[in-house]
């Protein structure tokens, strides 16, 4: 994976729409730009994100923008430089997240690393902070002699977007080509990097550079489009090889369809819920509803907000998120009670000769495990579950009946569920379950979700009654209990 | 009270759809011509997720109890206020004891008749729209009484409202590929790209095409569906999925309309044709 890294905070307002993208930022903090807002803005998305903090002090220059060089008194430099810092670690706390990395910015990053006064004097105003942040640096400048001498932490830093001289400083924004502005420039610029080691500079040749962290503009030209690309040439590759990744399709002009691997496991069911939870939780706008079935997601978004390639970065990097322990729901176990009378159970016998069991051996077999929810579909309130016995798959009807009763208890293929209303359907029936598993009165219509378990528990006719009569009296309570 | 006198043929009330019930099963329904229906709420001042009845083929006959304004647009069904014609696109006002009566089906197939402030019927899981097993009535009968707020305020609209015929007159089906159009063979693509289709048996579920396409596609493990898919069966028929369609289903998805497409496929009927075309994605 790439390392990106952006400056961030400066009033060009597309954080919200880069985080997802990078891995470090470095944050104006009232320097060259930023002020209080701007960085608890900033911070917020950071921490949201997952995204390393830096402080990116500057000369104190906002005319500017922090490009131009300036000479200071040394006591005045070292008091700004630390305000600065220090105005980022308030706002930091209050977001209870950490500053990882100091960055210096524009006409110092370049002073810093050509003069050795300069870059000592940096490294005297934060030598407090040693140990605690790192610091970012060009390759084989004046301040990484410095800096490794004193024992500081150094990441190397190279312009994804920018070009260098043969002295490994970068071309002046004065001169032309000091910019890479189109991607067919900047892919072999950071490929070359990666892989050997070594940057083509201004003349040609190839030198020797190391690099930790790739930093993009976020404010030049095409930048979101340079940083899009890179992710998508660099990381997506990786990203597909991760376990548990889902393949993102498009579906229609509006949605997007996430598919995990062709299978009816707890395994692929929990990685779908998983990750619906972390998109719910995520609560993101352009997204207006998440369809979950057995192995996939359909996410529907505002198609008008975000373009499909966005959200589905954003998705990708929602995936490879640390997500909180805490945010997992508790799985219930409900219990059905199921009447296996033959008034009800209208296909045991038949299957009884078919299988070659007996009237209560199939209700054993059917009463026996936990059943799955992996999702609702089909009918309001039907669920698919999993768990049948291999003993009980059998082929549904030749002929589907015309109607087949509310409650009714049925396997069909390798599937068993229950009818929540009335209706044709081709499944062996079974038995019935006095509940209603769909009531379009309440904020959720069914008692059960995906990921919960079934318990299917034998009722005599009597009993079917007495639970009938207390439903529709409204004092009978469906038993369950908390799994796991 | 709006009297049903006549219920045509099917008659029901929909908004634009039931959203976020659907990981319950619960289809999303709506009006299946989204353009018509918002047409008619915006000439009226409306909301548009305002309740309206959407008619079919024949149109119903209602008796107004209240004074209100209405509107309607979409399919010509020659609609008459008091046995003179009535204006399609256009703010009408109408007074107590006033009838509307529909005759014979000039062009389309769903005509939409929005009220001052939209049908009163009764909410359920957010939406007003009918659906079989959550609202009380799939389609209105006759002797039905539908609620609205009396509207004394009348409104007049001078504007004329261009009438967007291709929605009536294209053949052309605009569709994105279906997450399993790679199930398809070179060949089998080339079909359903220079063929001209033939609409078959259709409702507000599915319309699907007379013409088959040989397939021997796999089914897929249960997965979400949306209204304007297109659903290939092992049979080789294909299902395009409208408004009150399942939530899930397990044929391959080999197509899906666009919002477009959908409203113009809506105004079809049984026999006209279609003729599909990729868009870029």
């Given at each position: 994976m790439l390392h990106i890294n952006c400056d961030v905070g400066e009033g060009v307002g597309n954080e919200e729409i880069l985080m997802p993208y990078i891995n470090a930022?470095?944050?104006?903090?009232?320097?060259?730009?930023?002020?209080?807002?701007?960085?608890?803005?900033?911070?917020?998305?950071?921490?949201?994100?997952?995204?390393?903090?830096?402080?990116?002090?500057?000369?104190?220059?906002?005319?500017?923008?922090?490009?131009?060089?300036?000479d200071m008194m040394e006591d005045e430099f070292i008091k700004i430089i630390q305000k600065q810092i220090t105005n980022l670690e308030e706002i930091v706390a209050l977001h209870d997240a950490k500053i990882a990395h100091i960055k210096p910015h524009g006409a110092l990053y370049n002073d810093v690393a050509k003069s050795e006064k300069k870059a000592q004097l940096f490294l005297d105003s934060i030598v407090k902070y040693k140990g605690k942040y790192k610091l970012y640096i060009p390759y084989n400048s004046v301040i990484e002699k410095l800096a490794l001498k004193q024992n500081f932490e150094v990441i190397y830093e190279v312009f994804a977007d920018r070009n260098y001289n043969d002295d490994l400083t970068l071309v002046s924004r004065k001169k032309e080509h000091a910019v890479l502005t189109k991607i067919e420039e900047v892919i072999p610029h950071v490929s070359l990097l990666k892989n050997e080691q070594k940057v083509k500079t201004i003349s040609g040749t190839k030198v020797l550079m190391k690099s930790d962290t790739f930093c993009v503009h976020s404010d030049t030209l095409n930048a979101m489009q340079i940083i899009q690309k890179l992710h998508t040439y660099f990381n997506s590759e990786s990203l597909q090889s991760l376990d548990n990744f889902p393949t993102y399709k498009r579906y229609g002009e509006a949605g997007l369809l996430l598919t995990w691997e062709a299978k009816?496991?707890?395994?692929?069911?929990?990685?779908?819920?998983?990750?619906?939870?972390?998109?719910?939780?995520?609560?993101i706008k352009v997204i207006l509803d998440v369809i979950q079935s057995n192995n996939s997601l359909l996410i529907l978004y505002d198609n008008k907000k975000v373009n499909i390639k966005t959200l589905q970065h954003l998705l990708e990097r929602l995936f490879l998120l640390e997500s909180d322990k805490i945010q997992t729901s508790t799985r219930c176990c409900w219990e059905v009670p199921v009447c296996y009378d033959k008034t009800f159970g209208i296909d045991l016998e038949e299957?009884?000769?078919?299988?070659?069991?007996?009237?209560?051996?199939?209700?054993?077999?059917?009463?026996?495990?936990?059943?799955?929810?992996?999702?609702?579909?089909?009918?309001?309130?039907?669920?698919?579950?999993?768990?049948?016995?291999?003993?009980?798959?059998i082929d549904r009807k030749s002929t589907p009946r015309l109607e087949v009763k509310k409650g009714a208890v049925g396997i069909g293929g390798m599937q068993t569920g229950i009818y929540p209303k009335t209706s044709p359907g081709g499944w062996q029936i079974l038995g019935n379950s006095p509940l209603n598993f769909f009531e379009v009165s309440k904020e959720k219509p069914c008692f059960a979700k995906a990921g919960d378990f079934i318990k299917f528990v034998s009722i005599s006719l009597e009993e079917y009654e007495r639970i009938s009569e207390a439903i529709s009296n409204g004092n009978y309570t469906i038993k369950s209990a908390e799994v796991c | 009270?709006?009297?049903?006198?006549?219920?045509?043929?099917?008659?029901?009330?929909?908004?634009?759809?039931?959203?976020?019930?659907?990981?319950?099963?619960?289809?999303?329904?709506?009006?299946?011509?989204?353009?018509?229906?918002?047409?008619?709420?915006?000439?009226?001042?409306?909301?548009?997720?305002?309740?309206?009845?959407?008619?079919?083929?024949?149109?119903?006959?209602?008796?107004?109890?209240?004074?209100?304004?209405?509107?309607?647009?979409?399919?010509?069904?020659?609609?008459?206020?008091?046995?003179?014609p009535m204006r399609l696109n256009a703010s009408v006002k109408v007074s107590k004891g006033d009838t509307l009566t529909f005759g014979k089906r000039k062009y389309g197939v769903r005509t939409y008749l929005a009220i001052k402030n939209g049908f009163q019927t009764e909410i359920v899981l957010k939406s007003r729209s009918f659906y079989d097993g959550i609202t009380p009535k799939i389609r209105v009968d006759k002797g039905d009484f539908i609620p609205y707020q009396v509207s004394l305020r009348p409104i007049?609209?001078?504007?004329?409202?261009?009438?967007?015929?291709?929605?009536?007159?294209?053949?052309?089906?605009?569709?994105?590929?279906?997450?399993?159009?790679?199930?398809?063979?070179?060949?089998?693509?080339?079909?359903?790209?220079?063929?001209?289709?033939?609409?078959?048996?259709?409702?507000?579920?599915?319309?699907?095409?007379?013409?088959?396409?040989?397939?021997?596609?796999?089914?897929?493990?249960?997965?979400?569906?949306?209204?304007?898919?297109?659903?290939?069966?092992?049979?080789?028929?294909?299902?395009?999925?409208?408004?009150?369609?399942?939530?899930?289903g397990g044929y391959p998805r080999i197509l899906q309309l666009n919002q477009k497409s959908i409203i113009r496929l809506a105004q079809k009927h049984t026999r006209d044709q279609i003729q599909f075309k990729k868009l870029s994605t």
């Open positions: 930022c470095n944050i104006a903090c009232g320097g060259h730009a930023g002020d209080v807002k701007t960085m608890h803005e900033v911070v917020a998305l950071a921490k949201r994100y997952q995204v390393e903090i830096g402080a990116h002090p500057s000369y104190p220059d906002r005319e500017n923008f922090g490009r131009t060089s300036m009816m496991t707890q395994k692929v069911l929990y990685n779908v819920l998983e990750y619906q939870q972390n998109i719910l939780n995520f609560n299957i009884a000769s078919n299988k070659k069991l007996s009237v209560s051996e199939i209700v054993e077999l059917h009463t026996a495990p936990k059943y799955q929810v992996f999702s609702t579909g089909f009918l309001p309130g039907f669920f698919y579950l999993g768990g049948l016995d291999k003993r009980l798959h | 009270m709006l009297e049903i006198l006549h219920s045509g043929l099917y008659t029901s009330v929909q908004d634009l759809g039931r959203f976020h019930h659907r990981n319950f099963g619960v289809p999303v329904a709506g009006v299946m011509d989204d353009y018509h229906a918002k047409l008619a709420n915006h000439i009226l001042g409306n909301e548009e997720n305002d309740a309206v009845l959407e008619m079919t083929l024949q149109g119903a006959a209602v008796c107004f109890h209240k004074e209100t304004q209405i509107a309607i647009c979409g399919a010509d069904l020659s609609a008459t206020l008091n046995n003179q007049e609209t001078k504007s004329n409202i261009a009438l967007q015929k291709e929605i009536f007159k294209s053949k052309e089906i605009d569709v994105y590929e279906g997450p399993e159009f790679d199930f398809l063979s070179k060949q089998q693509q080339e079909i359903l790209f220079k063929s001209t289709f033939s609409i078959g048996l259709n409702n507000r579920m599915a319309y699907q095409l007379e013409e088959m396409l040989k397939n021997s596609c796999p089914s897929i493990i249960t997965s979400a569906v949306l209204p304007g898919t297109i659903q290939l069966t092992p049979s080789g028929k294909l299902i395009i999925l409208m408004k009150d369609c399942q939530t899930t």
